[in-house]
């Protein structure tokens, strides 16, 4: 082996490394790496919707001890409690060991991912078709959500109260759905439009039927459709006005590349957050210092507008409702506590993709398996609507990662002025918590099929659980 010159000795020193976080692991940690997202994978392919989301998170809360809110009079050190908001959001926490007003440590993340929603009504009859109409949720490029196998999934809620779920598609027993796009043969006029062009969000129709009722009639299609639903499910058209079907990619979450080291599967912005936040608070083996809450949010995708997004005050509530029943609650502890409170916006991140590499600015980009991404702001042109974590928080931060053994990697999404995004940390910033944005990488972003880096959800998982043990 050469010797190392000064120069190099010196750079070693003095530069910030970046590179692959594989090339530090060994055998033993790989393996826990890799069975770390099995556990992952399975999630997601329980859990492609918000409510399923909730379902399956108060599932792993309750086999871990923790209790509805209201199941508790009073509340003390080490009790687990969660908040179920409109089976669409979600909050838990870990009372801690230290006086509340102290401030709390929150790791919020989001439940809703970007697809199809059935329009109120969205059942009609085309040249002997049976079609749903569709209005996309969040920002999706409509040409890929054609020619792809689509499950349906939600609630149908009769007059009288009575709920229905639906999920027909994920089982193999089960008929898939699609959206057909036209034949290269026949594209030419489609094929010069611009991209965004391509297809039109009216023209996101789900094909559901093609046999017509027996009996002669109109609309024999739609009729047949409807009566299999009515059988099926016991609904009449008119119940579809009072529903929440989403249309998901039905494909399966997998293990990725010939090395196993990716996975890909739709949603994981923001389910990978949701489940390293969710397992890291469920898994602490000790009391923590600090009262440690967890955020499953809604409606991040559009805006976390409504009572069940983060704009919302359910939030605080549940927050004032543990300080009540910690018998501590005085006027303005709430206002207090925030401002004491630290928060890791967990929401996934733009990894640099070399294909298209030219909207990324490869100092300040993420890179899958490089470990946890940091975004110190969001926005876009000039910073704008940035949420902008202060020096000394992401110092904090960087502290806790480092003594931990974190892997982790601080960027910003996107060359300046080419895009932005913005998450949920500035609506936590606004009451006065210290907030940046902290997730997994994540490469085709919002499309059908998102691609994580295993070696980055595992890191994400360690860095959480750091950030609640945190003092
Ligand atoms: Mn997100
Ligand atoms: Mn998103």
């Not at 060994?26 to 099995?38: D, L, V």
């Not at 992952?40 to 923790?66: D, L, P, Q, W």
Request: with cysteine.
């Amino acid at each position: 082996m050469t010797e190392k010159n000064e120069g190099e000795i010196l750079k070693e020193k003095l530069f910030n490394k970046r590179e692959s976080g594989w090339k530090s692991k060994g055998e033993e940690e790989k393996n826990t790496i890799f069975e770390y997202a099995k556990g992952y994978i399975e999630f997601m392919n329980n859990s492609k919707t918000e409510r399923e989301i909730v379902i399956n998170s108060k599932k792993i809360a309750e086999s871990n001890g923790f209790k509805d809110i209201s199941e508790y009079n009073t509340l003390s050190a080490g009790d687990k409690v969660y908040y179920v908001n409109r089976e669409k959001s979600m909050y838990l926490a870990v009372i801690g060991t230290e006086n509340i007003e102290e401030g709390i440590n929150i790791i919020g993340a989001h439940a809703d991912s970007p697809r199809l929603d059935l329009k109120p009504n969205p059942l009609y009859e085309d040249s002997e078709f049976a079609y749903l109409k569709t209005h996309y949720y969040g920002g999706i490029k409509k040409y890929q959500w054609t020619a792809i196998p689509l499950a349906i999934h939600g609630v149908i809620v009769k007059s009288n109260g009575e709920k229905i779920q639906v999920n027909i598609g994920e089982n193999e027993n089960d008929p898939i759905f699609t959206i057909t796009d036209l034949l290269p043969h026949l594209a030419q006029e489609q094929m010069e439009k611009k991209l965004k062009e391509g297809i039109a969000g009216e023209d996101l129709n789900l094909l559901i039927g093609n046999i017509p009722y027996p009996e002669e009639t109109t609309e024999a299609v739609k009729l047949n459709i409807l009566n299999i639903l009515n059988q099926k499910y016991g609904i009449t058209e008119a119940d579809l006005l009072s529903s929440e079907i989403e249309l998901v990619p039905a494909m399966k979450c997998r293990s990725m590349g010939l090395d196993s080291s990716m996975i890909a599967g739709y949603g994981q912005d923001d389910k990978v957050c949701v489940y390293t936040g969710l397992t890291s608070l469920v898994d602490l083996k000790e009391i923590p210092s600090k009262t440690a809450v967890c955020i499953i949010a809604d409606k991040e995708e559009i805006g976390s507008m409504g009572n069940t997004g983060m704009e919302s005050h359910v939030f605080d509530t549940f927050i004032a409702e543990i300080l009540n029943k910690l018998g501590v609650n005085k006027p303005n502890l709430l206002e207090k506590v925030f401002c004491n409170s630290k928060m890791l916006s967990a929401d996934v991140d733009a990894a640099l993709d070399p294909i298209y590499a030219n909207v990324s600015e490869r100092n300040n980009a993420s890179y899958l398996s490089r470990g946890i991404a940091l975004n110190k702001y969001t926005g876009a042109r000039g910073k704008t609507g940035a949420s902008d974590a202060n020096a000394e928080f992401v110092a904090t931060i960087r502290n806790i990662f480092e003594s931990n053994d974190i892997r982790y990697q601080i960027g910003e999404l996107g060359k300046v002025d080419v895009g932005g995004g913005g998450t949920i940390a500035y609506i936590l910033a606004n009451k006065g918590i210290d907030v940046i944005d902290c997730g997994v990488p994540v490469l085709s972003m919002h499309s059908p099929y998102e691609v994580t880096s295993k070696l980055d959800i595992y890191e994400a998982y360690k860095g959480y659980t750091a950030f609640y043990k945190n003092k």
